[in-house]
């Protein structure tokens, strides 16, 4: 059973950097798993941020940035706004099966 | 512009079967994949599997096989989940998913409530 670990929860100021990683069980993370990262606010349907690691979408304000960091997948707010305030999910490839992480609640204050 | 209308709230017994729909708009269907991912009450998510509208290639989530069947329609281009032999646990919100083959995903259909009850 593979499992994907995001960090639980994470606090920022306005106007600082955070960064979230996703790790895999099943070792390093690389650019062929394909890291997705999606937004969640309460009451809403997730929206999607990044995709194949590092691609923004249209959408995805500059502010958010994907990479590899470390082993991991990771997602760094730059110049957090408190509207960043959310549940942020990351979502691996694994050939014929994906797995999401469990979701990193992020609180800007 | 690109939308995903899925199909309204559910309510089910267990043992029941639910078929949820998600009804695309704003490209070529066939072009890209439709995945399914689910959200239990105050939970993560949770990915279901996905389908290939050209071909109608199917990967499923392992604890779902046989219990899931993902379909599509392209003259309506409409995407379908059933979901056989409810259970409580499979109580969720429903979201499909438009994705580049299966690995980018980008827009959200607005999901989908299935309440299973006893």
């Known amino acids: 059973q593979t499992v994907v670990t995001q960090e639980p929860s994470l606090t920022v100021s306005p106007g600082g950097t955070v960064t979230l990683t996703c790790a895999s069980s099943?070792?390093?993370?690389?650019?062929?798993?394909?890291p997705n990262w999606f937004q969640q606010k309460p009451g809403q349907a997730p929206r999607s941020l990044v995709s194949?690691?590092?691609n923004r979408h249209s959408w995805t304000p500059a502010r958010f940035s994907g990479s590899l960091l470390g082993g991991k997948a990771a997602l760094t707010l730059s110049g957090v706004q408190p509207d960043d305030e959310a549940e942020y999910f990351c979502?691996?490839?694994?050939?014929?099966?994906?797995?999401f992480g469990g979701g990193t609640k992020l609180t800007v204050l | 512009q690109v939308q995903l209308v899925q199909s309204g709230a559910e309510v089910k017994k267990s043992g029941a079967s639910v078929k949820v729909s998600c009804k695309a708009s704003g490209y070529t269907f066939n072009r890209y994949g439709i995945t399914w991912v689910r959200q239990a009450p105050g939970q993560g998510l949770e990915w279901m599997g996905w389908i290939s509208p050209d071909n109608g290639h199917t990967d499923y989530a392992q604890n779902l096989q046989g219990r899931v069947t993902m379909t599509t329609d392209t003259s309506t281009t409409t995407a379908y989940m059933e979901l056989r032999s409810l259970r409580l646990d499979d109580t969720a919100m429903y979201y499909c998913?438009?994705?580049?083959?299966?690995?980018?995903?980008?827009?959200w259909g607005q999901g989908t409530l299935v309440t299973v009850s006893s």
């Open positions: 099943t070792g390093a993370v690389t650019y062929g798993h394909f």
């Open positions: 998913v438009r994705s580049q083959g299966d690995i980018n995903f980008d827009h």
């Open positions: 979502l691996l490839y694994y050939g014929a099966a994906q797995v």
């Open positions: 194949s690691t590092d």
